[in-house]
Structures are given as structure tokens and as C-alpha cells.
């Protein structure tokens, strides 16, 4: 049964994450268009080297945005930020009814590249700060979930609806984000940081559903004093060894979920599926059924971090992934490179496909934004999560761009591999590095990262 007291967080949490939905429409809409537009005669017809840098150049957008919205953020609320994101989706649909030209869907995708990097950088922050310790890790994971239920939405209702049918539905979700996200509180973090402490107080008694916030409004203010004593810069992101160690895992965890390989497997699933040969299923079933589990997984999986622990869902996640990717990279080197009937071995298509959604919802999917908004103190937040999406934007990037060159001159099953490799390296970091963050409050974990300094450090 859910905690009344809780309700408020829940939907808080809900209403921005539809800002995530929105953009997970943005991000894999292309996927069920991409085999027709790369069809000559095709009324949609595009070449497959354009198609790639269409499918690749939003992440462009994305590396543009993080460090301006996450200073935006900081200087208008992190509230007023992500609702300045609905216009722009907005803008962008229109532009794809108005023109189908490659160099206005250019536009278009980097326009929706802008917005993605933008709630990235600060739907987790919104999040974490008006989230309570205990359910922290659940809330950061609903984050996942309305990602991928956005990309599910794409790939059913860009099978069965026209182009006009389909862009206008993708659109109906920015504006339903907007209504219902305009309702709820700016987060009382930005609040005490601007000096608000009224609003911040009633924000902070509105999330907890009016009970006694006394206490708590007392420690967040102090923490947040004690941060923003100094002012947030590029040398705090490093300026002792807990700084670097929050930065340096950060950036590890963002490399590693974006070249294991989602971004590529969610917008080229049809393509990919499309290689394999026979089974049970055909190549849209077999798209649909991806969006599906990765959608049920990240519900399952928003309720795991707080419980088996961030550090140990992240390890997990890493090696599982590795070894996913192993298989399906041996299953489409054997039926393309070696020309086996693959036929009697379909379970290790199926095997790894179900292992790589199940071990990248439960770690490296959902715990990227959560540790972000975690490890960074207030005062270097923004900055430090912009920065984070810039990485991640950079690696998705390569990784979007490399897929159809190592498919058309290598083989599909050599991306696999690669895959296969960066998770394995990933889950040796996270094993050295990362330390258990789960069930603390966003101020004792800094306490916590504080002990591990040396003295010398300390009074740096």
C-alpha cells in the first residue's frame, strides 16, 4: 500500500518524468520510418548515409544543452527550465508536417536534441531534491521507465498510423506533459538556494503532503547553506579527492550505459532484427516485444536500487550486459560471417536480447540520473550533471554513428563486441570505485564522501 504521505512525491515525480516520455517519442521516433526511408522508390525515401546522420546528429543537440540548462536551472528553477522544453518539442513536430527535406529533419533533430539533453540535466535534479531518502531511488527510476514507455509508444504507433496520424499523437504528449507538470511545486533545493526559505518551506510541506517538516526544512537548509558557502564553479567539481571520485564515477557509469549499445539496439531494432534469420517471431514483432520488456523491466527495476543497493545493481548490470552482448555478437557472427543455420540456436537471439534488456533496466539504465543527482553537492549540481550529459551525449553519439559503417564493412555481430567490451571495463571501474549511496539523505552522502578524504584534503 503506498504511504499517503508519499502521494504528493509520486505524482511530483510523474508529472515531470512525462517531460522523459515526451522525449523518449523524440529520440527513437525515427526506428519504425528507418527501413522505408532507406527503400528506393520509397515516398520517404532517404539514403542510408543521411538516414545514419539523421538517426545520429540529435545527439548533437544533446551535447549543446546540458551545461545551459543546468546553469538555466540554477538561475530560473529547475521547473521553469523543463517547461520551457514543451515549446520546443512542439516547434519540432510542426517542422517535420511541414517539410520532409533531410535538411529541415536536420533541424528538426537537433532541435529535439536540445530538449532531450535539457530534461537529462535537470528532470533527475527535480527529482532527487523533492524526493525522500526511502524512495529516492524508486522515483529516479520512474525516470526509466517513462523513457523507454516513450519509445514503446513510437514503435506500435509507427506501424499502424500514417506519417501526419503519427506525429501529431507524439505531439499530444509534450502538451500533456505541460498541463499537468505546471501543477506541481519548484523544488524547495533551488528555493533555499535562491533565498526563498517561505516557498521553499511550503514546497518542502506540499511534497510531504502537509505533515511536520520542521526538522527536515532545518537540516536541508543547513546543507545547502554549507554547499552554496562556496560558489559552484568548474574548480569545485575537483577541488578535493571526493569531488573527483563523485565526477570520475559519473562519467564512468554515462560511457558505459551509452556504448553498451541501447542507443543503436532502440533505433535500429527493425534493422537489426531484420539480420537474424527465421524464428518465431518477424522483425516488428520483434521491435515491439524489445519496447515492451525494456518498459516492464524499468517498472520492475525503479523498485530495486533501494533495496539490493545502487553499487551492487550496477556491477550486476555491467557484467550481465557483457555477456549478453557476447551471445548475441556469436549468434550474428555465425549466420553472417560463417553462414551456420542459425535456426536450431533462435534461443540465443531471444537469450540475449531478454539478458541485455534485463541487466541494463536494473543498473546502468535507471542508476545513471540517480547517481548524478546523488553524488554532485547542491552548489556544483547543475554543473556537474551538465557536464555528465555532455558525456553521455558524446558517447551516444559515437556509438549512433558507428553502428551502420561496423554493420555495412564489418558485420553486425563485430558492434555486439564492442559492446560486450565497454561493459566489461565499465563493471571493473564501478567495482573499484563506487561506493553504496542508497537509503541516505543527499547531504549525509556528501558527509559519507567527506570521510574518505585525508586530512590534508579536508582543509584544502
Known sequence: MVNRARLRQYFASLACNLSVMASGTCFAWMEPLTLKMSTEGSDIYINKETVSWLVSVIEV???????????????????????STSPIILLSWLLVLFSWSWEMLTIVRMLQGLAI??????????????????I?????????????????????????LSLDEYIAICLAIAVLFAIVYFNVPESPYYLLMRGKDNEAAAALAWCRSNRDTKDEFEDLKKSVNEDMSNKGGWKDLFATQKDRKAFFLVQVVCITRFMTGMPSLVNYATETFAESSGGLFTKDELTIALGTLLTLIAVLSAFLSDY????????????GCAVSHFILGLYYFMYSSMHIDVNPYSWALYSGLIGFCFFSDIGLGPLMQTLQAELFPSNTRALGGGISEVTAAAASFVNLKIYQPITDNIGLYFNFWIYSIFSLAGAILIWMYAAETAGKSLAQIQVDLKKEETPEEQSF
Not at 125 to 133: G, K, L, N, T, V
Not at 138 to 159: N, R
Open 136 to 160: 529516492r531511488g524508486q522515483l529516479s527510476g520512474h525516470f526509466q521507465t517513462t523513457w523507454y514507455l516513450g519509445i514503446l509508444y513510437v514503435y506500435i504507433a509507427g506501424k499502424l
Open 61 to 83: 543537440g544533446c551535447i549543446l544543452a546540458p551545461i545551459p540548462s543546468g546553469l538555466l536551472a540554477d538561475r530560473f528553477g529547475r521547473k521553469m527550465v523543463l517547461l
Open 117 to 134: 539533453g535539457t530534461v537529462f540535466t535537470v528532470a533527475p535534479m527535480y527529482i532527487a531534491e523533492i524526493s525522500e531518502p526511502e
Open 308 to 319: 539490493f543497493g545502487r553499487r551492487t545493481l550496477l556491477l550486476w548490470s555491467s557484467f
